[in-house]
């Protein structure tokens, strides 16, 4: 039997739980944790991303997040991938960071959003390391008790507005709500057929969306008038950059074009190899050396 679709939509939230492979460390130091934050800020810019709460064990990770688009699988692959290079060449290590495929539960933000947000904010009191969350450096609680100090990354008041009408009211109920539910053994959250946190009606709600496909979000065509574009303005002709001419003028602009269709229309690997008549690796270290290229190098 295969895997269950994800459930995708646009506006979807999710609480998802990240694992060190073989129960190894996911972090082994701060400065992991500050480039897994790092980076996470930057997928959160590039897919149009919220994060609600986060919280940075040793080994695990979680993240409350909603998606402005119907593409967490994409967001997830991404940010695996790119961590996943990262920490291997940081400290010499080769093969898999994060344990199988990540766990994520569609949440019903219309009335669980607190409940989530306090859960993933509880997890370093709950594992024993540290009894005040809101004073443990690597969640976003900090950002939800501290009425003054905003974290970029953090959106914090779609959680707060019920909290009150002023930040510093926001903040002092946040803290008194954590401080009224302290966290517990054995404490579970409402999940319902494995895979949503809510009740029944949230489930009937959106389960429809695990059959149906997520829409992709630009068409082929689109694909050929962005090849187009670049055609135009580089003064190369299309058939040439999608053709065998392997000139170094023609393969910088077929890597531009490569990289911008993938940006731009979220195509996968195979469907580009097929478009340019090349091979998914070759598709695929084009990517991975212009995403790693520095910006200024991409001009």
């Known amino acids: 039997m295969g895997r269950p679709k994800r459930i995708q939509f646009a506006g979807a939230c999710y609480l998802i739980a990240l694992r060190g492979n073989n129960r190894q460390d996911l972090f082994v130091s701060n400065q992991d944790r500050r480039l897994?934050?790092?980076?996470?800020?930057?997928?959160?810019?590039?897919?149009?991303?919220?994060?609600?709460?986060?919280?940075?064990?040793?080994?695990?990770a979680s993240l409350l997040i909603e998606t402005e688009r119907p593409n967490l699988s994409a967001v997830m692959q991404a940010l695996n991938t790119q961590y996943t290079k990262s920490f291997n060449a940081a400290h010499g290590t080769v093969g898999h960071v994060f344990q199988g495929r990540y766990r994520a539960w569609v949440v019903d933000k219309s009335s669980r959003l607190a409940e989530v947000s306090r859960w993933v904010h509880l997890e370093c009191a709950r594992e024993g390391l540290h009894d005040k969350p809101w004073r443990y450096q690597w969640s976003s609680c900090a950002a939800y008790v501290e009425a003054q100090n905003r974290e970029p990354l953090v959106?914090?008041?779609?959680?707060?507005?019920?909290?009150?009408?002023?930040?510093?009211?926001?903040?002092?109920?946040?803290?008194?709500y954590l401080q009224d539910h302290p966290a517990v053994e054995g404490e579970t959250l409402p999940i319902v057929a494995g895979v949503a946190v809510g009740d029944h009606d949230f489930l009937e709600r959106v389960g429809a969306w695990r059959e149906t496909p997520a829409p992709r979000p630009v068409p082929v065509e689109a694909a050929r008038r962005i090849i187009a574009d670049i055609a135009a303005r580089r003064g190369v002709s299309e058939e040439k950059i999608l053709g065998r001419v392997q000139w170094r003028e023609v393969s910088v602009v077929r890597r531009e074009a490569v990289h911008r269709v993938w940006r731009e229309t979220r195509m996968g690997v195979t469907e580009?190899?097929?478009?340019?008549?090349?091979?998914?690796?070759?598709?695929?270290?084009?990517?991975?050396?212009l995403e790693d290229a520095p910006a200024s190098s991409m001009n």
Do not use: W
């Open 36 to 60: 897994f934050l790092s980076q996470l800020k930057a997928y959160k810019d590039r897919f149009g991303l919220k994060i609600y709460a986060y919280s940075l064990l040793a080994k695990s």
């Open 155 to 176: 959106d914090s008041d779609a959680v707060l507005k019920a909290f009150g009408g002023s930040r510093l009211k926001q903040s002092v109920r946040y803290l008194q």
């Open 272 to 289: 580009l190899a097929r478009l340019f008549g090349r091979t998914p690796s070759a598709i695929s270290q084009t990517i991975r050396a």
